[in-house]
């Protein structure tokens, strides 16, 4: 089945430092990939969804300028956090979609601190 | 607007019992599809099932079996003799049906805790 590959897995980042996540589709490509958020005892909250080869598209609410979007292959996604804060501590995950196909893959995800 | 709605924030059983795990949605579509993850103390969302709007069978796999009854718009899930292997975070989640250019996001529920106790 497809696989979609996740690193890190966890995360510890000093205050103001950037943190960049990748997400792979390892045995298919993804034209659109998809990132989430998660709070302690809370959903998966979309944050946006990233094209292969154009500019992610941003839920309501979502800083763009906070979190980098890249989708610049059909196998690779990448999220950046820029300038961290405590409050950026959460689980990312991302999720992609086959071609032909209206299952998501998920990544295993990344626990990210900002201490 | 797509929703989906856990009413059950948190459900206890003894090991053995059979829980279900409600879930209602909401959508404007003709034709959609449904979802269960689990998610394990470890993070990752473990797939469980797909269900799309035109197949209104109900599904069994194992201990596990699906309800969807589109008349109320609910897809349920029940775990038969659960384990303590059960205990999760299970979600249901929405999208519409659609090409890949679509985007099409997943939409997911509030997710219910199972502790399933020994």
């Known amino acids: 089945g497809a696989v979609v590959s996740q690193h890190p897995s966890w995360v510890i980042c000093k205050s103001g430092t950037s943190v960049k996540i990748e997400c792979r589709s390892l045995d298919f490509q993804a034209t659109t990939m998809f990132w989430y958020r998660q709070f302690p005892k809370q959903s998966l909250m979309l944050m946006a969804t990233s094209n292969e080869g154009s500019k992610a598209t941003y839920e309501q609410g979502v800083e763009k300028d906070k979190f980098l979007i890249n989708h610049a292959s059909l196998t690779l996604s990448t999220l950046t956090v820029t300038s961290a804060h405590p409050e950026d501590s959460s689980f990312y995950i991302c999720s992609a979609r086959e071609p032909n196909d209206y299952g998501y893959t998920f990544g295993s995800g990344t626990r990210l601190t900002v201490v | ?118």
């Open chain 2, 1 to 118: 607007a797509q929703k989906v709605t856990q009413a059950q924030t948190e459900i206890s059983v003894v090991e053995k019992e059979d829980v279900t795990l409600d879930c209602v949605y909401e959508t404007r579509d003709t034709t959609y599809y449904l979802f269960w993850y689990k998610q394990p103390p470890s993070g990752e969302l473990v797939f469980l099932i797909r269900r799309n709007s035109f197949d209104e069978q109900n599904e069994i796999s194992g201990r596990y079996s699906w309800n969807f009854q589109k008349s109320t718009s609910s897809f349920n899930f029940t775990i038969t003799a659960s384990q303590v292997v059960d205990s999760a975070v299970y979600f249901c989640a929405l999208s519409s049906w659609g090409p890949m250019e679509y985007g099409n996001k997943l939409v997911f529920g509030a997710g219910t805790i199972l502790r399933v106790k020994s």
